[in-house]
């Protein structure tokens, strides 16, 4: 049951940000309204690429890992993506870079997306206990 819910929690994460993923690669100025950054002249065509890959491949990787077995390896790229970006951010703070509710938020959601993917494999690559018995079942590939 557990394992249900953790895959169903990695979906549904994985569909928000493929969303904004897919809407920052259509309408980049979406980016503004979502993070407050500027999108203008040639750095629209950047934000467009760099962000939208960020977002996708995390998102890609999160369902990957949650819906094929023998990919669960695939929760720890977006752990690491968002992990990456929130040592990023923590180094700003501590530079002096302004904080703003937006940047807090964004640190929140990033350290939760760390969470529940290392937790989602962690848990969903441990044995899972056979039903009917107290002992743990190991699926082999032949």
Same mark, same amino acid.
């Given at each position: ?20 993923g897919a809407r920052g690669l259509l309408d980049p ?12 002249? #040639? *750095?629209?065509?950047?934000?467009? =690429?760099?962000?939208?890959?960020? !977002?996708? @491949? $995390?998102? %890609?990787?999160?369902?990957?890992g949650a819906l094929v077995p023998g990919w669960l390896?695939?929760?720890?790229? #977006? *752990?690491?993506?968002?992990?990456? =970006?929130?040592?990023?951010?923590? !180094?700003? @703070? $501590?530079? %002096? ?17 760390? *969470? ?13 206990? $056979?039903? %009917? ?10």
């Amino acid at each position: 049951m557990v394992n249900w819910v953790l895959r169903g929690a990695v979906l549904l994460w994985a569909l928000f940000f493929v969303i904004v993923g897919a809407r920052g690669l259509l309408d980049p100025a979406s980016y503004t309204e979502t993070f407050g950054i500027l999108v203008e002249g #040639p *750095a629209t065509n950047t934000i467009r =690429a760099d962000l939208s890959a960020f !977002f996708l @491949v $995390a998102a %890609g990787a999160a369902a990957l890992g949650a819906l094929v077995p023998g990919w669960l390896r695939a929760l720890l790229v #977006p *752990a690491a993506l968002y992990g990456t =970006a929130l040592v990023g951010r923590l !180094f700003g @703070v $501590a530079s %002096g870079d302004p904080v703003n509710t937006g940047i807090i938020q964004a640190m929140i959601i990033e350290a939760l997306t760390v *969470a529940l993917m290392i937790g989602s494999w962690w848990v969903l690559s441990r044995p899972q206990a $056979a039903a %009917g018995s107290g002992e743990a079942s190991v699926d082999t590939v032949h």
